[in-house]
């Protein structure tokens, strides 16, 4: 069966920073990571190293800049799935107890607790406990945990301690320690004194709180890939509910969602739901018949957040429309657009790049937002987030409207470009990187208004082998046009028709050489990463959350939580067009 | 400790406090107790007494560590004491206490083989569990102590899969893993033809079986063994869990144990796995592409989803484009013509890994659906002209096998490939151009452009590469057999005469072979000259046609001879000597013109077909050897119907729903059990006491989590 043999992790210089050993006798990280670091950069989460012995099978993953390393020596572990996921609620369960993001500084400051998380999570190599929020239960992460040890073994706890804590007391071992733990703060119970355990696998046990909270996140990220014409080939929309739950004793909630109008005509509502959120996956916690039978969601949560559910959507339907044609970013609703003109200027080394804006998303967004503050103002007590909570929430777009921000155009060139001479951005701020071979071109929200923007860029080719003409290196003279599309109508949330730029540039002729040479300079695909708060491209809306207070315990009757909903969309280059 | 750095010196002053009152010192303790006890055995033995303490403790937390640690600390003396506190631990009031002894069952065995037959008895009652997450470890365990044991199985099978649903995800997948094997193994497979249009595999043992009542319309219905519907069934929901490692198991139980409609209801969540993160996504897509090389039709629809991303690293890629020449023949008209502009415009991409994989892909494509082969060949024609050695080179490979594949009506293609001779300059495309003509030399003979094209290469012979040379001589040594083909009865009746064809050879080679090296420059020079000058009048006599081929073979054969690279020299000779004597031709035309098999360009991961679902070794694949991975193995095989267990072995006597007073009661009788056997002689009167007074204690937190999951 398998098991977990072990676990290193390394900082993001490849120091080894933490290595425990559940079972058997891997192959120590010292030996391992030469030969994880041998591969070519994009590295497989799985490799074969035959030539130890025994010979071994490598799983890893990188998050926040850490790497995780498992080895499996010997044996065919069987799932290579269980591994990664295993190392993955190793991550997360760091991060719920560390604070996110995982810095390696506390990790290292943090090592008593760390072992804790590992000893519990897994018992020599079985796999036992991933559920992060009932760990805390079983680890103790009082201030004195180590001091209080370091006295018993005759140890000045705070001095420096060279071989225990290795590395003396700049680590901030005990109270000392600048690190917050975090739920020491929120709950006024001590974990451990919970002698028995908790009763629900995934919540840990007498939660209190003093304010009472609900917050559901909807984030969805965009994946689009659009064909040259412009017609989406295929469109998806991620999405996952993240949910954080700080409420005292067992609540039992219901959050029901709405479509927002899609899959109109598919019977009630939970088949209409259904129809719109696919290939669902979820939390333990959610009662897998009510979603069935109502399409309600109903569970009783962690304490904490958590990802409560994942989707995906199919943001073109299920029977694609052949003859969509051009407005493609009408019809997915997306805010911003962009294509891809290749093969401009007198010897065809030009290219731009072009951001429009459709004008009709916006509307449903708003809508979405509009309708959110209504339907849940009756459920009690909806408010926009406290700024707080999360840093860039305290920006615009929460409820009032959707906001568009961080609008970056990445265009990779291929290896062979040697230099991009010239960069004209109409907007924005645009640059190359030789490094990674793309051009980035980055946007400020404000700046993106209705005309859309443009980037007019000229590369280089390879010094010419037959040198005649001296690598096609452009002067400035090539004709820049800087189209703005003046048809392009009004604001943002205002709805209307949709553009479409028709200018055709007038192409020249006359230079076939030099075009077909610099053609394979082109750029083949442009990508196009954004956020947007307050707007789903599914047209999802959370349409209740409600506390069963009949079912929940530990709750007082008259307790009302604080509930407050997030919508966010992105695009982490997940707007791809082909040119 | 977790720095690597030496913390064993403090071993003696650490271990002193594992007595120490407060849990948390003693947690700390534990886990360095663990981390070191094997560099130090004789101090970590002076622990134990101070653990076995513990197992007695009233907080069933303290039991659980106090037991996990003593399993962990690897000494060997103390086996025994262990295998007691396992013993106790199996009856312990709280369900905590008895998953960790569940999970020391393994770690016990580790530490000293001998205690298995004791072991197995134990794990015989923790997987009759009533509790969910004991049962999940003990399934770990059985699989980790004696996976072969199967008749521990049969009582809990049904329980186990009442249970599957509720266990923790890690329990989930050992269970799957064992109830899979456990099912190849213990329910026979048998196939019968109900209709002749849809045969149908259903599952039988109608003389054993009591509760299938249905065999009566077996002719009608498919009849899963019901045992096996229970599990099939109870997989369902676990397709809806977080856990990726969860659904491909399910796919797996699916693949191997269900008909198809189960496995085209998983093959969404599979699809699914698209969205984890990439390390995941990569492992997922492995598992996609065996599963869709058995069965590609419910894919077809997430066509979509294995669209190929920009920023998608190489080995995502790949397995996507797999995917897709695998789903290609099975989708509908509009995404076949999506998969194939997706292809070309990836071929004309820059990375040439890329380019090359893509191009491959479109002769896959090509392959397996062939009404779409000539669209395929039109793609790869327009790019034969491309500027991009590498896209050249590799797309006439593809046309070659497509060629191939269907030779007669692929004529004019040749033809158009001979016009692009001119202007390629790639050496791997030229020469495989070139093979096409030779392949192509026999067709026609009347009106075959083979010689003529020989001709015009020759020209430039020696600044061809090598690879384009042997082509070259191949090319020659082909036309010039075709000619002696065709020309026999015109050779034999003049053999005995020695005149033109059959006496040129005899007659001037051994000049030329005997001449030195200088004289056989000349010649060459001279019958170049000859050469073109005879070429340079095409309307030449019939009889003089046939001596040009001749001549043109000679020539070829002096050019080979005096040419730099000994393998040419060598091949040149094998053809000479081949093609020499009359009595040789039968022979030669064996080896040259013999039929080319069919290429059949296989689909990357076609070595992995038959690789166990989910396993590491289908990821790492052919490196990991012929047997795989150590520790692989596939599943059994269907079980053969007559030699199965019982299925009147698998009927639980125990009740159904088990209050939690029979549970406290029976578990008490356990603890009773467990201490007058193996403690009766060591523990006091006292301490016996105090552990019922625990147990009452203990009831609490079962009834409530019972009432916690009732809710559900």
């Known amino acids: 069966m398998s098991a977990i043999e072990a676990v290193y992790i390394f900082d993001e210089h490849n120091n080894l920073l933490l290595s425990h050993t559940y079972t058997g006798r891997p192959s120590p990280p010292s030996v391992l990571l030469p030969l994880y670091l041998q591969h070519a950069a994009p590295r497989s989460s799985v490799l074969y190293f035959p030539s130890l012995n025994p010979s071994t099978v490598l799983y890893s993953i990188i998050q926040d800049n850490l790497l995780f390393f498992s080895p499996s020596s010997g044996t065919d572990s069987g799932e290579p799935l269980l591994v990664l996921e295993f190392l993955h609620r190793v991550a997360d369960a760091l991060e719920e107890f560390l604070g996110s993001p995982l810095l390696a500084s506390k990790i290292a400051g943090n090592y008593d607790v760390v072992a804790q998380i590992l000893a519990e999570i897994a018992d020599a190599g079985v796999v036992c406990q991933g559920e992060a929020n009932a760990l805390r239960d079983v680890v103790e992460t009082g201030p004195g945990v180590l001091n209080n040890l370091l006295g018993k073994v005759g140890l000045p706890g705070n001095a420096s301690v060279p071989g225990l804590s290795g590395g003396g007391g700049s680590l901030g071992i005990g109270g000392s320690g600048g690190l917050q733990r975090p739920g020491s703060g929120i709950s006024s119970l001590q974990p451990a004194q919970t002698a028995q355990g908790s009763a629900i696998p995934w919540r840990r046990s007498n939660v209190r709180h003093t304010s009472n909270e609900l917050y559901v996140d909807i984030v969805e990220t965009l994946s689009v890939t659009l064909a040259p014409s412009g017609r989406p080939l295929a469109a998806f929309a991620y999405g996952s509910i993240a949910f954080t739950s700080k409420v005292s004793g067992v609540p039992d909630l219901l959050l029901s969602l709405s479509t927002g109008g899609k899959g109109a005509g598919m019977g009630h509502r939970g088949d209409q739901l259904r129809s719109v959120m696919e290939r669902t996956v979820f939390h333990p916690c959610v009662r897998l018949a009510r979603w069935k039978s109502e399409g309600v969601l109903s569970f009783v949560p962690p304490d904490g957040r958590f990802a409560l559910c994942g989707y995906e959507v199919d943001l073109l339907g299920a029977d694609t429309p052949l003859t969509a044609g051009k407005n493609a970013y009408s019809s997915l609703g997306l805010p911003a657009g962009v294509e891809v003109t290749t093969g401009l200027g007198s010897s065809g080394n030009d290219f731009e790049v072009r951001l429009t804006q459709p004008s009709n998303s916006g509307a449903a967004g708003s809508a979405a937002a509009a309708s959110l503050q209504s339907n849940l103002g009756g459920g009690g007590g909806l408010g926009s987030r406290p700024s707080s909570f999360r840093a860039g929430a305290a920006g615009s777009g929460d409820s009032k409207g959707p906001s568009l921000e961080n609008l970056v155009v990445r265009v990779p060139l291929p290896t062979t470009v040697r230099n991009v001479t010239e960069l004209r951005p109409s907007k924005g701020e645009a640059h190359w990187s030789p490094v990674d071979g793309c051009v980035e071109w980055k946007v400020a929200a404000k700046d993106f208004g209705p005309m859309g923007a443009v980037l007019r860029c000229t590369i280089q080719g390879p010094l010419a082998a037959d040198g005649d003409d001296a690598g096609a290196v452009l002067n400035g003279l090539t004709a820049t046009t800087y189209d703005y599309n003046d048809d392009e109508p009004s604001a943002y949330q205002a709805g209307e028709k949709d553009e479409k730029h028709s200018n055709g540039l007038s192409v020249p002729v006359s230079r076939e050489a030099k075009v077909a040479k610099s053609r394979e300079l082109m750029p083949t695909s442009a990508t196009l990463s954004f956020g947007v708060k307050g707007w789903l491209a599914s047209g999802l809306k959370v349409e209740s959350l409600l506390l069963d207070n009949k079912k929940s315990r530990g709750l007082g009757q008259e307790v009302k939580p604080y509930k407050g909903v997030k919508y966010l969309t992105v695009s982490r280059e997940g707007i791809e067009v082909r040119c | ?712």
């Open chain 2, 1 to 712: 400790m977790y720095r690597s750095e030496p913390s064993l010196t403090f071993f003696s002053a650490v271990v002193k406090n594992v007595a120490s009152a407060s849990l948390e010192v003693k947690k700390l303790v534990y886990i360095y107790l663990v981390h070191h006890a094997e560099a130090e055995p004789d101090l970590a033995l002076l622990s134990i007494n101070a653990i076995q303490k513990s197992l007695t403790d009233s907080n069933p937390q303290v039991r659980v560590m106090a037991l996990r640690t003593m399993s962990g600390i690897r000494v060997p003396v103390i086996s025994q004491i262990v295998s007691l506190a396992i013993k106790r631990g199996c009856g312990d009031m709280s369900p905590h206490v008895r998953k960790a002894a569940a999970l020391a069952i393994p770690k016990c065995y580790r530490l000293d083989p001998n205690t298995l037959p004791q072991l197995t008895g134990y794990l015989s009652t923790l997987l009759g569990d009533s509790q969910y997450f004991v049962v999940g470890p003990a399934v770990a365990a059985f699989l980790d102590l004696c996976p072969d044991e199967l008749d521990l199985i049969h009582k809990p099978y049904r329980s186990l899969v009442k249970k599957l649903a509720d266990m923790d995800e890690w329990g989930q997948l050992a269970t799957l893993r064992l109830l899979t094997f456990y099912a190849r193994k213990c329910f026979p497979r048998r196939t019968q033809k109900v209709k002749p249009s849809a045969p149908v595999a259903f599952y039988d043992d109608e003389k054993n079986e009591q509760e299938s009542q249905d065999t009566g319309e077996e002719y009608e219905v498919q009849v899963t063994d019901p045992d096996l519907e229970l599990l099939l069934r109870a997989c369902k929901p676990l397709l809806q869990s977080r856990n990726s490692a969860v659904i491909v198991s399910v796919v797996r139980c699916y693949l191997y144990l269900a008909s198809p409609d189960y496995i085209a209801e998983a093959v969404g969540p599979l699809v699914a796995l698209m969205r984890t993160p990439q390390d995941m996504q990569h492992i997922a897509l492995f598992n996609i592409v065996a599963v869709a090389m058995r069965i590609p039709k419910p894919f077809a629809k997430y066509t979509a989803h294995f669209l190929v991303h920009a920023n998608d690293p190489p080995h995502i890629w790949r397995l996507k484009l797999e995917v897709l020449t695998i789903l290609f023949p099975h989708c509908g008209k509009h995404w076949k013509g999506v998969i194939i502009s997706e292809l070309e415009h990836f071929s004309k991409g820059t990375d040439p890994e890329l380019v090359r994989e893509s191009v491959r892909a479109i002769g896959r494509c090509a392959q397996g659906d062939t009404s779409t082969a000539d669209m395929c060949l039109r793609i790869l024609l327009g790019q034969i002209s491309s500027l991009d050695g590498n896209l050249v080179s590799e797309s006439l490979t593809v046309i070659r096998h497509l060629i191939q594949q269907d030779p007669t009506s692929h004529k004019s293609t040749v033809l158009q490939l001979v016009k692009n001779l001119g202007t390629t300059t790639h050496p791997d495309a030229r020469a495989t151009i070139i093979w096409l003509i030779g392949e192509f030399a026999g067709v026609e003979p009347e009106n075959n452009i083979a010689p003529d094209v020989l001709r015009i290469l020759i020209k430039g012979f020696a600044d061809e590469t090598e690879i384009v040379k042997q082509q070259i001589v191949l090319l020659g040594a082909k036309v010039y057999l075709h000619h002696l083909l065709q020309n026999p009865p015109k050779e034999k009746p003049e053999a005995p005469a020695p005149t033109e064809t059959a006496e040129k050879p005899t007659k001037e080679y051994p000049n030329e072979w005997a001449d030195n090296a200088d004289e056989g420059q000349e010649n060459a020079d001279q019958s170049t000259k000859e050469n073109e000058g005879e070429l340079e009048q095409p309307e030449a006599k019939e009889e003089e046609t046939e001596d040009r081929i001749t001549l043109l073979w000679r020539y070829i054969l002096l050019l080979a001879r005096y040419d730099t690279s000994y393998d040419l020299r060598d091949r040149a000779r094998l053809y000479k000597n081949l093609l020499e004597t009359p009595s040789s031709v039968q022979l030669a035309n064996l080896l040259l013109l013999a039929p080319k098999p069919v290429p059949h360009a296989p689909s990357p991961s076609e070595t992995r077909k038959d690789l166990l679902i989910g396993s590491a070794t289908l990821v790492v694949g052919p490196e990991a050897g012929y047997l795989g991975l150590p520790g692989y193995s596939n599943l059994p095989d269907w079980v053969v119907p007559g030699q199965e267990p019982n299925p009147s072995l698998r009927i639980d006597e125990t009740k159904p729903d088990i209050s939690s007073t029979t549970t406290t009661s029976t578990a008490g009788d356990r603890l009773d059990r467990a201490l007058l056997n193996g403690y009766a002689e060591s523990q006091s009167q006292q301490r016996l006491d105090r552990c019922r007074s625990r147990w009452k204690e203990d009831t609490g937190p079962v009834a409530s989590g019972r009432r916690g999951r009732g809710g559900h």
